[in-house]
């Protein structure tokens, strides 16, 4: 991790979450102060229409670790995910949620994870205690089973979107729409290991989810699953040195 100036990049989308996105801040700078690393928040508005924007260029003052991306469309999760990445300085990267769903308190558990014995490319959070409605939980259970099936993927959990990545293998995956189901896969075909995490998961204090909720979930990530598969049939590994 030397010569990195920023240890730990936390990157969250956000759609529409003036509700929730001062909390999240508040609660996400806290959490990463307790670390004693050096971080940065990195918050990607998804083109939200709510006020979103202003609340968070307003926290800036009292933010100095927070960086406002904007995203000039629409681009959905896996476009701001992709974009917030993009952007992100540490050596650390981690994703997380801005609904306050996810619990930025699981931040320094992941961390350890990529530090500790074979020093994983990625901890995965996995959301053992899920508190969502019945046809969410059901969705996600079904997209699971797909996912798995056809990818060969076996993380439990890749609709949780608490993750912590080297930075390297975060920046080299390639991000399309409704890839961001599939980011432990993605890392998986360059051939980093993927550790799962219990992490903690909360009731949405405020708002309603944003980016796509019932069974029709399931059917998108069919379709995307299928592209992943021929992702991993076709993937190249370019690793060389020169003599």
Known sequence: MSGTEIMISLVAPAYNEKECIEQFVREADA???????????????????????????GLKASFPSLRVVRLLRHQGQSGAFEAGIAKARGGYIVLIDADLQNDPADIGRLIAVLEGPGQPACAAGWRARRQDDLIRKLSSRIANRVRFWITGDPVRDTGCSLKAFRAEYAKRMRIFRGLHRFFTTLVRMQGGKVVEVDVNHRPRPRGAPKYGQGLGRTFTALRDAFAVCWMQSRCLQNDAEEL
Do not use: Q
Request: glycine fraction near 8%; charged fraction near 35%; hydrophobic fraction near 35%.
């Open 31 to 57: 959490e990463l102060r307790k670390l004693g690393r050096s971080y940065e928040i990195v918050v990607a508005d998804d083109c939200s229409t709510d006020g979103t924007r202003d609340i968070l260029v």
